[in-house]
């Protein structure tokens, strides 16, 4: 099972470099539909854990054959989208929907480009492909950055407010590490004990600087997910019966949001700072991942149809 935002096409929305636990392959994510189908009420059961509520929005860009959203501020949401061009990222803000493209992956057949954060003024992060190769990049209204430690492989994640750019790298003997970019220069980082190669992914920042990700643990050669505090401490953490958890977002009241496997089923979940989990399923959705969660507790992420189609959604807590 694949779960895909760190993530191999059926890759999701975003080129994120990891995922399952023993996987080397390389995976992306998926902008709008109608902003028209709204599910209310409870959400599916998950034995053991507390159960978020939520008032979903489901969407997918028009003509697209994926969609996901990936990053959200509280003016604005971005992802990326599956056409028969290839991948697209995109960003929603004030009903106007705009297509971005790396100009550097747009050569045929590797069009391929994944906007997986977006901040409060507006700029950009996420990941695009030349060939094979994947790359972060930072985007401030149009002028594309390459965030790229190792000139290897890399893969950007979020941003905050501060324009700080989180991701992952790879350098030449393929060892992932974290990194943080700010102004030209990077922050690199691994959770203590991590598994060469498959190592630490980055994924989430807030405006503090505090980082969520995931990393293979050389002890049990499990995923875990981990929190990195802005002083650089570091703290692991574990859905309650998971088999592999994964962080993907934080906000700046440490709310974190992520996606889990469990008894083969991909759900996301929302946690209090790595200690309180609640489970978060988009109803009738085989799979479901959150990616992002901003200031007033809005989440973002894809889900996956019975027909096996992805879309993206946005969920406002129902409270």
């Given at each position: 099972m694949d779960i895909k935002r760190t993530s191999g096409k059926r890759v999701s929305a975003r080129q994120r470099d990891s995922?399952?636990?023993?996987?080397?392959?390389?995976?992306?994510?998926?902008?709008?539909?109608?902003?028209?189908?709204?599910?209310?009420?409870?959400?599916?059961?998950?034995?053991?854990?507390?159960?978020?509520?939520?008032?979903?929005?489901?969407?997918?860009?028009p003509n697209a054959t994926a969609t996901s959203v990936n990053g959200n501020s509280t003016n604005a949401i971005a992802g990326d989208f599956d056409d028969a061009a290839g991948l697209h990222g995109f960003v929603l803000s004030k009903g106007t929907f705009t297509k971005i493209d790396v100009p550097d992956a747009l050569d045929p057949g590797v069009f391929a480009t994944s906007v997986n954060g977006i901040n409060a003024p507006g700029q950009l992060a996420g990941t695009y492909s030349v060939g094979s190769t994947n790359h972060?990049?930072?985007?401030?209204?149009?002028?594309?950055?390459?965030?790229?430690?190792?000139?290897?492989?890399s893969q950007g994640g979020f941003i905050n407010a501060k324009g700080q750019v989180v991701g992952t790298y790879r350098d030449s003997s393929q060892y992932r590490h974290g990194f943080i970019w700010l102004n030209g220069n990077f922050t690199t980082f691994n959770v203590p004990g991590d598994a060469r190669p498959l190592g630490t992914v980055a994924f989430g920042?807030?405006?503090?600087?505090?980082?969520?990700?995931?990393?293979?643990?050389?002890?049990?050669?499990?995923?875990?997910?981990?929190?990195?505090?802005?002083?650089?401490?570091?703290?692991t953490f574990d859905v309650p019966?998971?088999?592999?958890?994964?962080?993907?977002?934080?906000?700046?009241?440490?709310?974190?949001?992520?996606?889990?496997?469990?008894?083969?089923?991909?759900?996301?979940?929302?946690?209090?700072?790595?200690?309180?989990?609640?489970?978060?399923?988009?109803?009738?959705?085989?799979?479901?991942q959150i990616f992002s969660i901003n200031a007033i507790g809005e989440i973002v992420g894809e889900y996956v149809d019975s027909t096996d189609v992805q879309h993206g959604f946005i969920g406002v807590p129902s409270h």
């Open positions: 995922f399952i636990a023993q996987s080397n392959q390389t995976t992306i994510r998926k902008p709008w539909k109608s902003l028209a189908t709204v599910v209310f009420g409870l959400l599916l059961s998950v034995p053991g854990l507390t159960q978020a509520q939520y008032n979903f929005t489901t969407f997918d860009v972060a990049f930072f985007d401030n209204n149009g002028n594309f950055i390459k965030l790229d430690p190792a000139n290897v492989k920042i807030n405006d503090i600087g505090a980082v969520v990700g995931d990393y293979v643990a050389a002890s049990d050669g499990n995923r875990h997910g981990f929190l990195r505090s802005s002083k650089g401490d570091f703290k019966g998971a088999d592999i958890t994964i962080g993907e977002g934080i906000n700046n009241a440490g709310a974190i949001v992520g996606a889990y496997i469990a008894d083969g089923t991909i759900h996301g979940f929302v946690s209090n700072n790595g200690v309180v989990f609640t489970t978060v399923d988009v109803p009738d959705s085989k799979e479901t």
